[in-house]
Each structure stands twice: as C-alpha cells, then as structure tokens.
C-alpha cells in the first residue's frame, strides 16, 4: 500500500522559514520524480517545485524561486522543502506527490498525493 505522508507545517511570521518533509513508502522512492505543490482557499492547485529520480533537475514555479529550495534522500525515502523569506502569499496546504513521469509542475503527472500540510504566514 503506498502512503505519502507530508509533515513541517505550520504558523511562521513573514519572513520566516519552514521545513516541510514527505515521507512515501509502498513504492519504488527512487524511481519517481517527486513535486510539490500548494492550494490556497479558492484558488486551484499550483506547482511549487519539483525534482527529479537522483537530484538532477529541479524546477522551481517563478513565485519561489530563490526563496524556496527542493531536496530529496533516497536512502530514507524523504522528500523536503525549505522554505525562506515566507511571504503571506505562500498560505496554503502544501501537498508531496509522486509520479512516474519526469519532474514537473503539472499535477496531472503524478500518481500518488499525501494529505497536505497547512502553512500559514501572518503579516
């Protein structure tokens, strides 16, 4: 059975920083290109960043870029998400997802979701 599992959220002042991690199990971990992504109330669901099987690609969505960086650890079979100069903007439920295609910010193109973890920046 596979189970994604996001964790790191929570309340941060502007500015601040967060760490979200992803654990999965169930599946091959270094055989999927991994993503992020973020929904905000009303709003669609958005590519944040994703990164490739062994850490060669990594696309950053322009919104968090040079704010945000994207790793992974295959031998835990951890995915993360560092998190810099938060902006309000950047509330949202973050969700970690798997897929079997390349990296990419479009969420069509992955297979498996974890539940989501809330991130809410105050001003």
């Known amino acids: 059975q596979v189970q994604v599992v996001e964790s790191g959220g929570g309340l941060v002042q502007a500015g601040g920083s967060l760490r979200l991690s992803c654990t999965a199990s169930g599946l091959t971990f270094d055989g999927l290109a991994m993503g992020w992504f973020r929904q905000a109330p009303g709003k669609e669901r958005e590519g944040v960043s994703c990164i490739s099987r062994f850490s060669s690609t990594a696309i950053y969505a322009d919104s968090v870029k040079g704010r945000f960086t994207i790793s992974r650890d295959n031998a835990k079979n951890t995915l993360y998400l560092q998190m810099n100069s938060l902006k309000p903007e950047d509330t949202a439920i973050y969700y970690c997802?798997?897929?079997?295609?390349?990296?990419?910010?479009?969420?069509?193109?992955?297979?498996?979701w974890g539940q989501g973890t809330q991130v809410t920046v105050s001003s």
């Open positions: 997802a798997a897929g079997r295609y390349t990296a990419s910010l479009l969420p069509a193109h992955y297979n498996y």
